[in-house]
């Protein structure tokens, strides 16, 4: 692969600025006049409004509902369940006034929903026959960040945050399962993106949660990221805001509940996993647009008719495809495509039509064919099409699989930790090894792994659970 | 039409509370704790959820995209255009703090988001060639109100939000009827509500707009309901905000400017046009659920079979259909499903099995009719529902166009106001003979009409301007 974009830093000279630099160049955001605040440009929407889709479908067939609560909670409200207040009110902003009069109370704007739909559950849930409930929002949330990042850490950000309540411990447990498994398969699906999944440890969960499940992914720098969450609260919220039912046997029960949340968050890992210097890389299936084609020739009215048809083609076997008429030199439009991670390229020119086919370039790969212009170049592109989404996922794959090590000691450790990736250690459980350990090598516990006898690799002591640590965004 | 449900008020009794009530009981929606704050309950978002659908789906085929711009403005980005910051500022709920810090510079919840849009645009548009940009969002906007209303008048309310620049007058003003037709069909075909059309008077007009184009309804107790708004900005925005560009002849130029928005306020219209004093009555078009299958002795498996399958021939035919089998006898299933206002009830028991029909109510005029239980039956549902969609728009109709009144004076003006609907008058143009119009009647100017000579009601001075009043909510 030769660089040929100048406008982006490299990867190799620093990785950072070579995401920013990405995500302006390839117009997926902006800068606002509000620092933490981005503009989603269409671009960048379009990506989110096709994770929209897949997920909202997934939501519904699995029995969620769509629902809209408050932007603003009053701040008594967040103080009522002790750990969640603790974690979310130093993020949170706070409004104090309302059309020129200060307010008796101070509104925060929601930095996630648990206390809303808690107050909400509490009043309408009376029997079993109410339960379960399971809703959905699609909204944005402040929290108010120091040190902020397009997509992946922003005073405001995009997501969809659920809660359900359940009858029975065993169903709310199964429902935070099933949930990560959505999101793992989105990813997989949709994103092209491996996922390694597992329990949060008590440090890192969600705060009001009994358990916090996670989804974490590889970036091409090594480090990783928290991708998407499932939280199982148990009767923790129930308790603390009194959402009771009568039971089957009319006694009084508190609910079990959950919480997930996956966020534009996953716009950042997208570019992360699978972008090269020349830009943007989408997988075709959440490419706003999967093909575009480019004419050779535009002035030429056979080129331009040719181009027409094929688009015309392509549309019918479902692929979102566009035509580049700009007035640009093919070769800048080229750079363009290429920055913008569309999938694949069709030139045509009048030679093409002479020789009735098309040249086709892989965005993936770099890789050219040439097609025929007949009949079968629909379902001959959409195979191809899938044929990518499936290689971009199987080498992100590799890529995750060669970056999963194991160490035995610190020091190892240490070293397994500079390569990137995932290391599997051997942990006590106790809050104060998981911390040396962060405080030593600026790594963090991602989530646990499966049991095997062992000794702590920071106190030495007996233990059967193993940990991911990582370098995370 | 009996009254059978003691749960909501009758409208002769108190058309207000009548309103509350149904808002309450058919579960559209419930109040939170803060005021004029309300959670959009599944049933109510299912009904919003259609109208994005319809509108999004209109924006994008006439070349719109979706972006999504931040939720705080600086307070000082706000003032830059003058109209403007006069409309908007005494609504601004305000953001003092940020992660219990005391902000530099106040943040102002959108109320609307001309500025940011305009500060956007004048960041990332060059040339010509940049134009038009066609932007939408969806999103929720915050207006402290001193007395709200579900979904009429709310201190947060859902929107779409269209901000478009483009290169000449002509194509933004084109823009700006083009935007104001779709929301008018949108209301024809989806709603079943007829629509006057027409400019808003200097007085009544968006704070920095040249031109308001208003659509208005008639509810059923008389009033009139502002339920749509386009306007035409001219290049006032695009030379506070210096949003400007090469034009083909390499001269700079300032950008034409649109924006238009419709809300969840249309959900309050489709209440207050259709619905009765047993509930809500819904257009099959924008229904969540279309046709609600009630079986009559559930405890026999052949109902629940033979329930099964129509439901299933329903889907095919691409019916929004459900099975009510919860633990409640018929009757009281009837009334949940008139407060609910599905379109159709199919009724099938183990008689209508033997016989091979079933019983249908119509929710829109009570009427009941046998159909066969056979492989015609998806279609004739199909039918009817189309026929129910047309006969509510035309019930709508007459009555909208049967409180259409001229009024040649003063108190023919105020006679004609209590009969309920829009007063057609001759007015001179001058805000001192509207606001004396305004603080007699409670009456305002809705939108001007086409042009007669005549003499102003109000002051007797010449003119050929028109206009319609109405008392509003």
Chains 1, 2 share one sequence.
Not at 351 to 380: G, W
Request: hydrophobic content about 35%.
């Amino acid at each position: 692969m030769i660089k040929k974009n100048d406008a982006i830093t490299a990867r190799k000279v620093d990785f950072s600025r070579w995401y920013t630099d990405l995500c302006l160049k390839a117009e997926l955001m902006d800068y606002s006049s509000v620092k933490g605040f981005i503009i989603y440009r269409p671009y960048g929407y379009a990506i989110w409004e096709n994770i929209q889709k897949y997920l909202d479908d997934e939501f519904k067939k699995t029995g969620h509902q769509n629902v809209y609560m408050p932007l603003l909670i009053p701040e008594s409200l967040l103080k009522k369940e002790a750990d969640h207040v603790l974690g979310f009110a130093p993020e949170c902003a706070v409004v104090t006034k309302g059309g020129y009069e200060n307010l008796e109370e101070n509104l925060l704007i929601r930095p996630t929903s648990e206390t809303l739909f808690c107050e909400h559950y509490a009043k309408v849930v009376k029997s079993y026959r109410d339960l379960p409930k399971k809703y959905n929002q699609w909204c944005s949330v402040v929290r108010w960040e120091k040190t902020t990042r397009p997509f992946l850490r922003g005073s405001e950000f995009l997501w969809q945050e659920g809660h359900t309540i359940h009858e029975t411990e065993k169903e709310a447990r199964k429902e935070t399962l099933d949930m990560l498994e959505i999101y793992k398969n989105m990813a997989k699906d949709l994103l092209a993106i491996p996922m390694i999944t597992g329990k949060k440890t008590e440090k890192e969960k969600f705060a009001g949660a009994i358990e916090t499940y996670t989804m974490e992914s590889l970036m091409q720098d090594g480090k990783v990221l928290q991708s998407g969450t499932s939280h199982y609260f148990g009767q923790g919220f129930a308790k603390a805001f009194n959402i009771s039912f009568l039971d089957k046997e009319n006694k009084q029960q508190y609910v079990y509940q959950t919480s997930w949340g996956a966020s534009t968050r996953l716009i950042g890992a997208t570019i992360m996993v699978h972008s090269d210097d020349n830009g943007l890389i989408l997988p075709p299936k959440v490419a706003p647009i999967q093909v575009i084609i480019i004419p050779i020739k535009q002035e030429d009215d056979e080129v331009i008719k040719k181009t027409n048809q094929v688009k015309l083609a392509l549309e019918k076997e479902g692929i979102r495809v566009s035509i580049d008429t700009s007035i640009k030199s093919p070769g800048f439009k080229f750079n363009e495509a290429e920055m913008k991670g569309i999938p694949l390229r069709i030139e045509i020119g009048p030679k093409d039509i002479l020789n009735n086919k098309c040249v086709v370039v892989k965005r993936f790969d770099y890789q050219k064919k040439e097609l025929p212009l007949n009949e079968n170049l629909a379902s001959e592109v959409s195979n191809l099409l899938d044929d990518i989404q499936d290689k971009m996922y199987q080498k992100a794959k590799d890529n995750l699989d060669s970056h999963i090590y194991e160490a035995s000691s610190l020091d190892d450790l240490e070293n397994k930790l500079k390569l990137g990736g995932f290391v599997k250690v051997a942990w006590c459980g106790d809050l104060k090894c998981e911390e040396e350990i962060k405080d030593k090598y600026q790594a963090t516990t991602r989530c646990l792994c499966e049991d095997k006898k062992s000794k702590c690799i920071c106190c030495g002591k007996k233990t059967t659970t193993q940990v991911y640590i990582g370098k995370a965004y």
